[in-house]
Structure formats: C-alpha cells, structure tokens
C-alpha cells in the first residue's frame, strides 16, 4: 500500500521566481493525475488546503476516485486552512473513523470561533488520524501540519500525535506531512527522546542528498522537511520517495509531493 502526502501551497498572490497560481493549480491538477494512476496509492494527505484550492483539489480527487473525509478547519494568520484526507473509494466501508488532534492545550479538537493558538504557534495546528483496514491489516495514518514559528508547537504538537497513536491498537501506524523541520534538526532530536517508539522515515537507500521535499523555487539548502514518523520496530517495511518534476517551474507547489510505500 501506498500513501500520498503533498503540501499543495495555499498563497494566491507571489512574486518571481514563484510561478503565478494558474500555473501552480494546473501543475497540481497535471501531477495528481499522472500520481494516482498508480491504484496502489489508497490515502492521500494533504497540507495548506484552503477556500483557493479546496475545489480544485476536490474535482481532481473525485475523478480518480478518492473520496475527501471528514475537514476539519484551523484558525491561521491569514485564513483558514485544512489537513485534508482522501481515500479510494474501494476502501470507504472499510474506514473506522477520523481523528482530528489539535498540537496545543486543547485536550479535543475545538470549532473554529472558538480556537485558542498556544506555544506561541502561527496558527491553530492539528494532526487528522484516518483508522481503517487494507487486506486484513489495520492502519492508523496521521496527517500532520507542525507550525513554522514555534520550535515548542512543533514538539509538543508531534509528540502529541505520537502518543496518541500509542493508545490505538494497529498494524501500522504512522503520521506523515509537513514536518517544518529536518531530521537532523533538534525539534526532531528532542520529539525521539520524548518517545522512542518511533523514528524518522526521510529518505530510502536511493535517496539523492540533492532532492529536497521542500525546494522553495530556487533554494540553495538541502531542505528535507517532508517524511513520517514510523514505529522504530517496523522500519524495514517502508520505503519513501520524493516526486521531483524535471523542470522546477512545472511544480504545483514550493514542496513536492512524498509517497510512503508500506
């Protein structure tokens, strides 16, 4: 099985070298087609979804067939914004439920007139669980947006997620997303000390220290802020690949999509 996660980039008005939003929306829409060509591909998570680029995202995911659960809106600076899920259709009878964990002192997620943003995050942070069930394996899949300001937010959010997943019986669980950090950072340090029943999935035995998750159009830096927390136990049994266009002016976004092949 298979797993899609891509940051699709919510900012309309940019400046160059960004490409202008025409040309992100259709790069995005040409490269989720061509993507989920692959059937092996059952969820998708998506990061910087918001009121710009939900409809597109929507028609292009209803006609390969997946179907976006439950959304799940987050108070940011500048709008709002969701970590969305989509799954095959094949497998909607098969999903238990969805999840929706907020990173700051909230113990439940909150409605959106009433989200307070804590740790001194940017924006009301969240990791959206789906729980469902592919050829008699059950699997807990999070998807995770950490806040790009606040190195406290990204722990505790992280580690939240983390621990939560140690309360639900599964065969797999993992969170994927936009990190905002890398793995040698020491957010992701301090995260492995807190709970060392995972460890970082980031790059496979092919990996080209030059493919950046995250290339900003036109960044210098090896910036590798997309990839999974995986159960340090059952590392052996994921691969991970980053989605790189030939020309970068053909990305639908500054990060690229990810797949995590379990």
Known sequence: MKILSYNIYCIKNTEYPTPNWETRQNNIKRIL????????????????VNENNIDLLTETL?????????KFPMKTEHCNQYN??????????????VYCLPHGKDTEYMNIENQIIDYNMSDYRTTVFANFKYKSKKYLVGNIHTDYISPEGKIKGTVKSLNY???????????????????HMSEAYNIL?????????????NFN???????????????NVDFAFVEKSKIDNYEY?????????????????????I
């Open 193 to 205: 000390q807190q709970n060392n029943n995972y460890t970082i999935l980031s790059r496979n035995k």
């Open 33 to 48: 087609n061509d993507l989920l060509k692959d059937t092996e591909i059952k969820l998708c998570c998506f990061q910087e």
């Open 241 to 261: 690949q980053i989605i790189k266009q030939t020309n970068m002016k053909d990305e639908g976004s500054d990060h690229r999509p990810i797949i995590i092949t």
């Open 62 to 70: 209803k006609s390969n067939n997946f179907n976006i659960l439950e």
């Open 209 to 223: 220290i030059l493919d950046n998750s995250w290339h900003g159009y036109g960044t210098k830096e090896q910036v």
């Open 165 to 183: 997943m140690d309360t639900i019986n599964c065969d797999y669980r993992l969170i994927v997303g936009d990190m905002n950090m890398v793995c």
């Open 84 to 97: 969305l899920v989509a799954i095959r259709n094949e497998l909607k009878e098969t999903l238990n439920y």
